[in-house]
């Protein structure tokens, strides 16, 4: 039995189990791993796929990179090769991978060279994704096996590491994630001394080329370092490996805390080293680690230009597998330290301060700041690298968009001075200096709020001038009188400014906070709207007009059909609806459930971004999105706000189709219970009748001959008596189901009910039989416009009522009496009377009360009644009749319908 420390910890069970489901249907990553080109791995991968092949294993070439070296070019020969892509770019013709044919082809194994390469975006035809990895994580998801090949500079973990090393930045990466999930990895190593032999030789590049790539990267101490890179990578994922199976085992080593790593970055060319280093130290500590950009007032002055690097920082920092977080406050160390403290933080890395000298001493640094206030956590600082300035100019070699001055502002600054001078003239008979000077600070707080920094600080420039011009002996001129106002000029300057900064900056955050909070309550607001909504059209029409508010976009849901293809709405009635979205592209989303579109990993050059909504076991539909500025939805946490309200909308969608579902569900049992319970109800009216029919009927043909003809006829009468009553039954049934699928065309007629009533009595005069009758209706009934052989059927039913449910002789009558602007008409009986409850039920369909014995009938008698009469603007209830007996009693209105 095992101690209670060592079982094994539920919870990774139950993640290892899901893992291992999630890895069942999809194929197998085989990397051949190298310190640097011409190691040998492409060799040593079709010399693999060599030995696999004589097994009789079903593998292709789906691409090669011709590197025109003949011993690796022989090693093709014998294996299948799949047709390359041609792709016009630029004038050229180059031969790409071709991702569809491999996945027609399905075989078991592919080999696809150059794990790092880039596709043609800008090519004809345009590939699905921009980098190579994309398209084997999609063979990867179709049950396909891919062998495929990397350089350890291709980790863009490494990226800063080797461009410090060898001086050359590698532009083609891809994450580590890759490398840390693929299947097996296997290391292709050669000594340095081999390899420069084997360029010099010429069997990696022409003469020419090797001449180039020793005096630029193929060093003897560049080789030695990549070569150590990579055989620390291998390391690396031994001991990930080692620690994934110790997981498991409780009593394999001592449990810790595991650490978390926050990394500070911003704007400036040192962020993308910061984040690489904490993606190292990440993997060394196996901590988790998070990326936190700050907006500080500072900050939200930058030029668009250079706030918009903060996306490529963030979606770097995503693509390494970090969290993403955008914080804001009055100051980077503030905000930095209250996040590290709230997410338990242990280690906080940071850049080299910028500040020196006396810049640092007056303001300090953030990371001088952040060491300051470190309690609970470490502060690691990342020297900077040399080749990050010189790396970061190459990638933003763009000119800076110049941020626009609103010069009305400024006129307002200078306005606002004339205002408080003006002020100060009407107070200066009445009030000393120092209390005009308080209306000129007040003039910079004001000009502070509302049109921000720069008119505020010329505001307070402004308001000394003019105090000292306006108001100091001598008056009108610059000259200062008593050297003691000097003091006074720095004071009131250095006030105004302080006080016209921090309003200038309260006014920007409040700005921040205050789309921040219009954001949340917009997706508040769509989700109430939406979990108000019913139909799925009308759920689509709801998120479309939300998503197109906060996002300033053009927006629409494509939901898929019955054979799960999706179609553009019929009807885009708002404003914000997007009509040219691709379904090519949505519907590649809808069955990968993947997001693809612009800046993604799939088609990032298509204009409109499409969004799965839904799970991968419960596919909904897609958001397509097309921004009218593209950090609406390229900013990671926008991106985020957005999958979130993706998420309301396919819950909604969800939601909706139950809802449709279990009434469909509903409707279908109904139908079904009144299906059986009309053949129930039939088959037991049809039964007597049939049976009756067919004992006289046999009789009659069996014993005719020696029957009298009193008792021929009786049976014939039986027959026919019995016919009549199947006849009533069906026509009951077939009138009813009129009247509920409103077939019914009401032919209305000005009509007396006194002869509506004397028709119905002769047409069931011989059914009526001992029963007796009487006619009470008064001569002076005004005639109610009516359909005559409906209201005929509703006083026949009354009638059928009472010689099925009263005894022989039991008496009947019929009155009607005139109530505003109806006339009620009432069928009384003296009869045992109506089932104790059942007022209301009777008028069901096929409900023929407790007792009601063999009497035949569907029980859609009163339910035929009820029809007609409320067809006809009326109502019909049923109650008990004084005295004893039951009393029926129906209205009609006396307008004419619609008069």
Same mark, same amino acid.
């Given at each position: 039995?095992?101690?209670?420390?060592?079982?094994?910890?539920?919870?990774?069970?139950?993640?290892?189990?899901?893992?291992?489901?999630?890895?069942?249907?999809?194929?197998?990553?085989?990397?051949?791993?190298?310190?640097?080109?011409?190691?040998?791995?492409?060799?040593?991968?079709?010399?693999?796929?060599?030995?696999?092949?004589?097994?009789?294993?079903?593998?292709?070439?789906?691409?090669?990179?011709?590197?025109?070296?003949?011993?690796?070019?022989?090693?093709?020969?014998?294996?299948?090769?799949?047709?390359?892509?041609?792709?016009?770019?630029?004038?050229?013709?180059?031969?790409?991978?071709?991702?569809?044919?491999?996945?027609?082809?399905?075989?078991?194994?592919?080999?696809?060279?150059?794990?790092?390469?880039?596709?043609?975006?800008?090519?004809?035809?345009?590939?699905?994704?921009?980098?190579?990895?994309?398209?084997?994580?999609?063979?990867?998801?179709?049950?396909?096996?891919?062998?495929?090949?990397?350089?350890?500079?291709?980790?863009?973990?490494?990226?800063?590491?080797?461009?410090?090393?060898?001086?050359?930045?590698?532009?083609?990466?891809?994450?580590?994630?890759?490398?840390?999930?693929?299947?097996?990895?296997?290391?292709?190593?050669?000594?340095?001394?081999?390899?420069?032999?084997?360029?010099?030789?010429?069997?990696?590049?022409?003469?020419?080329?090797?001449?180039?790539?020793?005096?630029?990267?193929?060093?003897?101490?560049?080789?030695?370092?990549?070569?150590?890179? /990579?055989?620390?990578?291998?390391?690396?994922?031994?001991?990930? =490996?080692?620690?994934?199976?110790?997981?498991?085992?409780?009593?394999?080593?001592?449990?810790?805390?595991?650490?978390?790593?926050?990394?500070?970055?911003?704007?400036?060319?040192?962020?993308?080293?910061?984040?690489?280093?904490?993606?190292?130290?990440?993997?060394?500590?196996?901590?988790?680690?998070?990326?936190?950009?700050?907006?500080?007032?500072?900050?939200?002055?930058?030029?668009?230009?250079?706030?918009?690097?903060?996306?490529?920082?963030?979606?770097?920092?995503?693509?390494?597998?970090?969290?993403?977080?955008?914080?804001?406050?009055?100051?980077?160390?503030?905000?930095?330290?209250?996040?590290?403290?709230?997410?338990?933080?242990?280690?906080?890395?940071?850049?080299?301060?910028?500040?020196?000298?006396?810049?640092?001493?007056?303001?300090?640094?953030?990371?001088?700041?952040?060491?300051?206030?470190?309690?609970?956590?470490?502060?690691?600082?990342?020297?900077?690298?040399?080749?990050?300035?010189?790396?970061?100019?190459?990638?933003?070699?763009?000119?800076?968009?110049?941020?626009?001055?609103?010069?009305?502002?400024?006129?307002?600054?200078?306005?606002?001075?004339?205002?408080?001078?003006?002020?100060?003239?009407?107070?200066?008979?009445?009030?000393?200096?120092?209390?005009?000077?308080?209306?000129?600070?007040?003039?910079?707080?004001?000009?502070?709020?509302?049109?921000?920094?720069?008119?505020?600080?010329?505001?307070?420039?402004?308001?000394?001038?003019?105090?000292?011009?306006?108001?100091?002996?001598?008056?009108?001129?610059?000259?200062? /009188?008593?050297?003691?106002?000097?003091?006074?000029?720095?004071?009131?300057?250095?006030?105004?400014?302080?006080?016209?900064?921090?309003?200038? =900056?309260?006014?920007?955050?409040?700005?921040?906070?205050?789309?921040?909070?219009?954001?949340?309550?917009?997706?508040?607001?769509? =989700?109430?709207?939406?979990?108000?909504?019913?139909?799925?059209?009308?759920?689509?029409?709801?998120?479309?007009?939300?998503?197109?508010?906060?996002?300033?976009?053009?927006?629409?849901?494509?939901?898929?059909?019955?054979?799960?293809?999706?179609?553009?709405?019929?009807?885009?009635?708002?404003?914000?609806?997007?009509?040219?979205?691709?379904?090519?592209?949505?519907?590649?989303?809808?069955?990968?459930?993947?997001?693809?579109?612009?800046?993604?990993?799939?088609?990032?050059?298509?204009?409109?971004?499409?969004?799965?909504?839904?799970?991968?076991?419960?596919?909904?539909?897609?958001?397509?999105?097309?921004?009218?500025?593209?950090?609406?939805?390229?900013?990671?946490?926008?991106?985020?706000?957005?999958?979130?309200?993706?998420?309301?909308?396919?819950?909604?969608?969800?939601?909706?189709?139950?809802?449709?579902?279990?009434?469909?569900?509903?409707?279908?049992?109904?139908?079904?219970?009144?299906?059986?319970?009309?053949?129930?109800?039939?088959?037991?009216?049809?039964?007597?009748?049939?049976?009756?029919?067919?004992?006289?009927?046999?009789?009659?043909?069996?014993?005719?001959?020696?029957?009298?003809?009193?008792?021929?006829?009786?049976?014939?009468? =039986?027959?026919?008596?019995?016919?009549?009553?199947?006849?009533?039954?069906?026509?009951?049934?077939?009138?009813?189901?009129?009247?509920?699928?409103?077939?019914?065309?009401?032919?209305?007629?000005?009509?007396?009910?006194?002869?509506?009533?004397?028709?119905?009595?002769?047409?069931?005069?011989?059914?009526?039989?001992?029963?007796?009758?009487?006619?009470?209706?008064?001569?002076?009934?005004?005639?109610?416009?009516?359909?005559?052989?409906?209201?005929?059927?509703?006083?026949?039913?009354?009638?059928?009522?009472?010689?099925?449910?009263?005894?022989?002789?039991?008496?009947? /009558?019929?009155?009607?009496?005139?109530?505003?602007?109806?006339?009620?008409?009432?069928?009384?009986?003296?009869?045992?009377?109506?089932?104790?409850?059942?007022?209301?039920?009777?008028?069901?369909?096929?409900?023929?009360?407790?007792?009601?014995?063999?009497?035949?009938?569907?029980?859609?008698?009163?339910?035929?009644?009820?029809?007609?009469?409320?067809?006809?603007?009326?109502?019909?209830?049923?109650?008990?009749?004084?005295?004893?007996?039951?009393?029926?009693?129906?209205?009609?209105?006396?307008?004419?319908?619609?008069?």
């Amino acid at each position: 039995m095992l101690k209670s420390g060592m079982r094994p910890d539920p919870d990774q069970l139950l993640a290892a189990v899901n893992a291992e489901e999630a890895r069942a249907g999809r194929g197998k990553l085989r990397i051949f791993f190298g310190g640097s080109a011409g190691v040998g791995k492409t060799y040593a991968m079709l010399e693999a796929a060599h030995r696999v092949h004589e097994t009789g294993a079903d593998l292709v070439l789906g691409y090669i990179q011709p590197h025109g070296r003949t011993e690796t070019d022989n090693l093709r020969e014998g294996l299948e090769q799949l047709p390359t892509l041609p792709v016009r770019y630029r004038g050229l013709v180059r031969q790409e991978f071709d991702l569809d044919a491999a996945l027609k082809r399905r075989p078991a194994i592919a080999l696809v060279d150059e794990l790092a390469h880039s596709n043609l975006i800008e090519g004809e035809p345009p590939p699905r994704h921009a980098k190579r990895w994309q398209d084997i994580e999609e063979l990867l998801e179709a049950g396909i096996n891919v062998w495929t090949t990397v350089n350890v500079q291709h980790l863009e973990s490494l990226n800063d590491l080797v461009a410090q090393i060898t001086g050359v930045r590698q532009r083609e990466t891809i994450p580590d994630r890759i490398f840390d999930e693929a299947d097996e990895v296997e290391l292709i190593d050669l000594p340095p001394d081999d390899l420069l032999a084997r360029l010099q030789a010429g069997l990696i590049y022409l003469p020419e080329e090797a001449r180039t790539a020793v005096d630029r990267f193929f060093r003897k101490s560049n080789l030695i370092a990549l070569r150590e890179l /990579a055989l620390r990578r291998m390391a690396d994922r031994v001991d990930a =490996s080692a620690q994934a199976t110790a997981s498991l085992d409780r009593a394999s080593r001592a449990w810790m805390a595991r650490d978390r790593l926050l990394v500070a970055v911003g704007p400036d060319e040192q962020a993308e080293q910061l984040v690489r280093a904490g993606k190292r130290m990440a993997d060394a500590l196996d901590a988790a680690w998070s990326v936190v950009y700050v907006e500080t007032p500072e900050l939200l002055r930058l030029s668009q230009h250079q706030r918009n690097r903060r996306i490529d920082i963030l979606r770097l920092a995503e693509s390494l597998g970090a969290e993403t977080v955008t914080l804001d406050g009055p100051t980077a160390a503030e905000a930095l330290s209250g996040y590290a403290e709230t997410r338990n933080a242990t280690r906080l890395i940071v850049g080299t301060p910028k500040r020196r000298g006396w810049r640092a001493w007056l303001r300090p640094s953030t990371t001088t700041a952040l060491a300051r206030k470190a309690k609970a956590f470490d502060v690691i600082v990342i020297a900077p690298a040399e080749t990050s300035k010189r790396a970061t100019a190459d990638r933003n070699d763009a000119p800076a968009i110049a941020v626009p001055i609103h010069w009305d502002r400024y006129a307002w600054a200078l306005a606002t001075t004339l205002i408080c001078t003006l002020v100060g003239f009407a107070m200066q008979e009445s009030f000393e200096a120092a209390n005009i000077v308080m209306i000129y600070v007040l003039g910079a707080t004001v000009a502070g709020v509302r049109f921000g920094r720069g008119p505020a600080v010329l505001t307070a420039i402004a308001n000394v001038v003019a105090f000292d011009f306006c108001f100091v002996p001598p008056h009108f001129t610059f000259s200062v /009188a008593d050297a003691q106002y000097v003091v006074t000029f720095v004071v009131m300057l250095v006030v105004t400014l302080v006080i016209a900064n921090l309003m200038a =900056s309260v006014r920007q955050q409040t700005r921040v906070a205050g789309a921040r909070e219009r954001r949340t309550y917009l997706l508040y607001a769509m =989700s109430r709207e939406l979990a108000a909504t019913r139909g799925i059209a009308e759920l689509a029409r709801v998120a479309v007009r939300h998503v197109a508010e906060v996002f300033q976009c053009q927006a629409v849901v494509l939901l898929p059909d019955a054979s799960g293809k999706l179609r553009q709405p019929h009807d885009l009635p708002e404003s914000g609806s997007l009509r040219s979205a691709d379904l090519s592209i949505a519907q590649w989303v809808l069955d990968h459930g993947r997001r693809a579109g612009l800046d993604s990993d799939t088609l990032p050059a298509a204009p409109a971004l499409y969004l799965p909504l839904g799970s991968e076991q419960q596919k909904l539909g897609v958001l397509a999105v097309l921004p009218q500025n593209r950090r609406r939805v390229l900013l990671p946490e926008q991106r985020r706000l957005l999958e979130t309200f993706a998420a309301q909308i396919g819950l909604a969608v969800e939601r909706g189709k139950l809802a449709e579902a279990a009434e469909s569900s509903r409707v279908a049992a109904e139908t079904e219970s009144l299906r059986n319970t009309l053949l129930a109800s039939i088959s037991h009216d049809l039964r007597t009748p049939l049976a009756v029919i067919a004992g006289a009927s046999s009789t009659l043909a069996e014993h005719g001959e020696g029957l009298d003809a009193a008792a021929r006829r009786k049976l014939a009468l =039986s027959i026919e008596s019995k016919a009549r009553d199947m006849t009533d039954v069906v026509a009951n049934v077939l009138d009813l189901m009129r009247f509920e699928a409103g077939h019914v065309v009401l032919r209305r007629e000005w009509e007396t009910l006194d002869d509506l009533l004397g028709t119905a009595l002769r047409r069931m005069q011989e059914r009526l039989g001992a029963h007796r009758v009487t006619s009470q209706l008064s001569a002076d009934l005004p005639p109610v416009c009516v359909d005559a052989s409906l209201i005929v059927q509703v006083f026949i039913n009354l009638l059928d009522n009472v010689v099925k449910y009263t005894p022989p002789g039991t008496p009947a /009558a019929i009155s009607a009496v005139v109530r505003d602007d109806v006339v009620a008409v009432t069928c009384d009986d003296a009869g045992p009377g109506l089932p104790p409850g059942e007022n209301h039920r009777l008028f069901d369909k096929f409900h023929r009360g407790n007792d009601e014995g063999a009497t035949v009938g569907a029980g859609l008698g009163l339910a035929i009644c009820r029809a007609i009469v409320r067809a006809h603007g009326g109502d019909i209830t049923a109650g008990e009749r004084p005295g004893g007996g039951a009393r029926f009693v129906f209205t009609l209105p006396l307008k004419e319908e619609g008069s």
